[in-house]
């Protein structure tokens, strides 16, 4: 449990617009076009989007919290934060939220069902600046992100009952995930596995010190990176044996930045800012979609016609985009060539 991210747009309208009536941006980087199956727009720019109980959440910088069913022509609800969503995970029968207005950090309860604020959104305030919530080991927990320079604030547990901060370990993780009832954080070069109820470390095992994305799924962790050739890759690290397998960028592009990873149908899609290599970078780059399989093969790659980073969701055997430039999201077709 605990895999999901969301920010959402200020107002409630949303039109739905039929892939052929879509206006995409052209797709520059190269990379065949997608299969654009729905255009959602949106009042505000899309920060993060992640899928949980059969609908897509997204987060504008507005504060808003949109739910978008599949083939909807309105959102099917709106919650509305008075302050910044940070992030968000789905657990417990709840989204929870972890929202920050000015330099106070709160926990807040979307029901979804109704897409409602769950009480009041200001109930559960937590220490430091957390930019991470995850739900597990019967838990919420939040956590900066950064280093021992960046990272401010202690990794802190919450009774999801009561919704009190019980606990504290000053951690600083890269990133950290709950899973299979253990606590997995990233820190330097290791994957750290803690017991929950003690924060006790169990395990070491190597990883990336630098990564633009990381996720779980199909039993291992998978990171998105850059390496000093400029190829972009997945990288696959078990929880109990470390990095495993590099599966490279499987096209003659050069790779700048690597962006959102997300485990959907069985298969690792990474986002990646690129451009041709033939090309100067100045005009010609763009984003990049590639899917693999658990094996290391690619099962598909294409351009995405978007104007920003965008985050990336799976679910109802699409993928959702954001497009923070044109106010909208995408949904599209699993790439298979």
Request: net charge positive; aromatic share 8%; charged share 20%.
């Amino acid at each position: 449990m605990g895999r999901f991210t969301v920010a959402l747009a200020t107002g409630a309208g949303l039109a739905l617009i039929a892939a052929s009536g879509a206006a995409a941006a052209p797709v520059t980087n190269g990379l065949g076009e997608p299969t654009v199956t729905a255009t959602y727009p949106i009042d505000e720019s899309p920060t993060l989007i992640r899928y949980a109980y059969d609908a897509a959440w997204v987060a504008t910088k507005g504060g808003t919290l949109l739910k978008l069913s599949a083939g909807d022509a309105e959102p099917a609800s709106t919650a509305r934060f008075p302050g910044t969503i940070v992030d968000a995970t789905e657990g417990y029968g709840r989204v929870w939220v972890l929202w920050r207005k000015d330099a106070r950090s709160y926990v807040a309860s979307v029901n979804p069902k109704t897409g409602r604020i769950v009480g009041r959104a200001t109930r559960t305030r937590v220490p430091g600046r957390p930019a991470r919530i995850r739900a597990g080991a019967g838990a919420l927990w939040v956590a900066p992100l950064g280093n021992k320079v960046t990272a401010r604030g202690p990794l802190t547990r919450i009774d999801r009952k009561r919704l009190r901060a019980v606990t504290r370990r000053w951690m600083k993780p890269t990133d950290f995930f709950v899973e299979r009832g253990r606590i997995y954080s990233f820190n330097g070069l290791k994957l750290v596995t803690r017991r929950p109820g003690d924060l006790r470390v169990l395990r070491r095992v190597s990883s990336f010190s630098a990564f633009q994305g990381v996720t779980y799924g199909q039993g291992n962790f998978w990171t998105s990176s850059v390496g000093t050739t400029g190829l972009g890759g997945v990288t696959r690290i078990s929880p109990t044996k470390g990095r495993d397998e590099i599966l490279e960028f499987p096209t003659d592009f050069d790779v700048n930045v690597g962006g959102s990873i997300v485990v959907g149908g069985g298969v690792v899609y990474s986002t990646w800012q690129i451009w041709p290599q033939e090309a100067e970078p100045q005009g010609a780059s763009g984003w990049g979609l590639v899917g693999y399989a658990a094996n290391g093969s690619v099962t598909g790659h294409v351009g995405l016609p978007i104007d920003g980073t965008p985050s990336i969701a799976y679910g109802a055997a699409s993928l959702w985009v954001t497009d923070p430039g044109e106010n909208r999201v995408l949904q599209i077709a699993p790439p298979t060539s």
